[in-house]
C-alpha cells in the first residue's frame, strides 16, 4: 500500500473489494490531520452501496469516478 500520507488521485478502478483493515488504517490517518484547537471537526461516513455510490456521482460535480468505486469515504465537516 503507498503511504498514507503522500497525496495520489486515482479515477480508475479495479473491480474488487477494499479490505476492511485498509479502510481503518485509512480513516485513521484522516483523524490524525490537525485541527485548530484540535476541534476535529469532521466526521467520515464509508459508503460501499453501490445505489448510494451512484447517487453520490450523479449530485457531486467531482464524483463521476463514484460509479466505478466499490467504496467511497465521505469527508463531513462540522
Not at 476535529?40 to 452501496?49: A, C, G, K, L, Y
Request: proline share 5%; net charge positive.
Amino acid at each position: 500500500m503507498a503511504d498514507l500520507f503522500h497525496r495520489v488521485s486515482i479515477r480508475k478502478y479495479e473491480d474488487r473489494e477494499v479490505e476492511p483493515d485498509k479502510i481503518i488504517q485509512i480513516l485513521k490517518a484522516a483523524m490524525a490531520a490537525p485541527s485548530g484547537r484540535n476541534i476535529q471537526p469532521w466526521r467520515f461516513v464509508v459508503v460501499s452501496d453501490k445505489e448510494t455510490l451512484a447517487k453520490l456521482a450523479e449530485s457531486l460535480p467531482y464524483a463521476k469516478m463514484l460509479t466505478q468505486a466499490s467504496v467511497a469515504i465521505v469527508v463531513c465537516g462540522d
